[in-house]
């Protein structure tokens, strides 16, 4: 008996919390593409590249739970960095401000030094866990550590670090390398910008034969939007490229994996950066290499979650929807796979709630309706689409921005538009006191509301950044807002 469309498996809308609840589930169903956890390991790739919600977060709880698979609760040591959480729980926006204006041109070598700290306090803590790894002269470590603890480093506060990295103003007793197997009574004074590199000397000396893993999330959440937020992502980048390249000369079991947005990384400002993402970076996304909808590795995501508890792996979209729907009010028909992508961004967090969204308006189904996927469709438009695009736009823009956007779509009245009419829209919601307009429209741009319309001799083509990522945002118009926005704020398709 076939199962109903409504009990089929689709995850959640966080991998976190999917992990959380059921990481058997979780494992099982996800769609590794570029088997990641073997590459991160061998040491092959340390960046991770890719689009709010093409699964970079999904990736780390993946290789948690594979890790642990492979090598054992005892012999696996993930350890999750979220950025984001500091930024939220460590300092207020004043702060924030504060802190990211000592990150300038001429101190890229002080927020050097501060994520360097950052980041190995952060492996030798994990090395502190792992009751087999050989430290050298792990006592006096730990009495470093202690001290380190008594003047805040330890936290997880990274504008505490790059402050007192800039004050210069503490001295500590580092213990010196010597053989693991014996205590040394020699150490080192260091100040405080010296004391990472000394760290990552230990690092790279420990013996273990575990895994463990740093993971660093949450970047576009991490400081804030200024030009200063983008030299310390900047930093942050080369830092980790710098203890990637030691951690691997050493042969060491230990690695870091960096997770970072495709348009928070084109920011990136030093020369080797697109040098970095080629050699050591992987891109996470879903195109499969042609225009045909139904060749999208999508389906692939679909179906492996669908998986869960029938029989054996199907083809969902065959399997249960209709071949065709019908399009707007003229009622001509468009194919299933085309329709159903059109309304994503072509990400696994799109598609996914895309099918939470269909099985909820279809209750005891086994083949659904045009109806019933409109339905859905519809809903999702509504009550999700919207709002992923006003969470695109907090703690990169004014709070007004998100707040408002709703209203400025809804201003400017039709999908097809230009920029003179986004910029009266944009003066008519008060918006011009917050923000500017042009980097407002470059961000909608980057979260997918919004592309750029083509016209042709034979038909207008439509530039999405998330189907070309090397695209650029043609601001003078016509631009064109995307199918599900038109949906979810109840827009006129006509030009």
Not at 29 to 41: E, G, K, M, Q, V
Not at 131 to 152: I, N, P, T, W, Y
Not at 251 to 262: E, F, G, M, N
Not at 446 to 456: Q, R, S
Request: glycine share 6%.
């Amino acid at each position: 008996m076939t199962k109903s469309f409504d009990r089929l498996y689709f995850g959640k809308s966080a991998a976190e919390n999917e992990a959380e609840i059921d990481p058997v589930k979780f494992y099982n169903s996800f769609t590794d593409l570029w088997n990641l956890p073997a590459r991160i390991l061998s040491g092959e790739v340390f960046l991770l590249t890719g689009p709010k919600g093409a699964g970079k977060s999904a990736v780390a709880k993946y290789l948690e739970l594979d890790t642990k698979k492979k090598f054992g609760e005892s012999g696996s040591f993930v350890r999750l960095t979220n950025l984001d959480e500091l930024q939220k729980s460590s300092f207020t926006t004043d702060e924030k401000k504060n802190t990211s204006s000592e990150i300038g041109v001429g101190s890229y070598h002080l927020s050097d030094s501060a994520w360097k700290l950052f980041i190995c306090i952060r492996i030798i803590e994990s090395l502190f866990s792992d009751q087999s790894c050989r430290l050298s002269d792990v006592g006096k470590l730990r009495e470093l550590f202690k001290a380190m603890q008594k003047v805040g480093l330890t936290e997880d506060d990274f504008p505490q670090i790059l402050r007192k990295v800039r004050k210069r103003s503490t001295s500590f007793h580092v213990p010196k390398i010597a053989d693991t197997t014996i205590e040394s009574a020699e150490t080192e004074s260091l100040n405080i910008q010296q004391l990472g590199d000394a760290l990552l000397r230990h690092i790279e000396a420990a013996l273990t034969d575990n895994v463990h893993i740093l993971v660093i999330d949450g970047l576009d959440r991490a400081i804030v939007a200024s030009n200063a937020y983008w030299e310390s992502i900047s930093s942050l980048v080369r830092t980790c490229e710098s203890i990637h390249l030691r951690l691997r000369a050493s042969r060491s079991t230990i690695r870091i994996a960096l997770l970072c947005r495709s348009d928070l990384f084109g920011r990136v400002r030093f020369p080797d950066a697109p040098k970095i993402r080629e050699d050591w970076g992987q891109s996470i996304e879903w195109h499969y290499g042609t225009d045909e909808a139904e060749d999208s590795f999508l389906w692939d995501v679909v179906d492996n979650k669908a998986k869960i508890g029938l029989p054996a792996k199907m083809d969902v979209v065959a399997s249960y929807f209709p071949v065709t729907v019908p399009k707007g009010k003229s009622g001509a028909p468009i194919a299933i796979h085309e329709h159903l992508l059109r309304m994503t961004r072509q990400t696994p967090r799109d598609i996914l709630q895309l099918m939470r969204e269909i099985a909820r308006m279809s209750p005891q189904s086994v083949e659904l309706s045009g109806r019933q996927v409109r339905a859905g469709v519809n809903n999702y438009c509504r009550t999700y689409f919207v709002e992923e695009i006003r969470a695109e736009m907090r703690g990169l823009l004014s709070d007004e921005v998100p707040d408002r956007i709703e209203s400025l779509l809804q201003r400017i009245g039709t999908r097809v538009f230009n920029r003179e009419q986004f910029m009266r829209s944009f003066d008519q919601c008060g918006l011009a006191e917050f923000a500017d307009g042009d980097r407002v429209l470059e961000y909608l741009f980057l979260a997918g509301a919004i592309g750029n319309l083509v016209p042709t001799q034979n038909e207008d083509r439509i530039q999405f950044y998330h189907r070309r990522n090397t695209s650029q945002l043609n601001a003078r118009g016509p631009l064109i807002m995307h199918g599900a926005l038109v949906y979810g704020l109840n827009l006129s398709w006509s030009g």
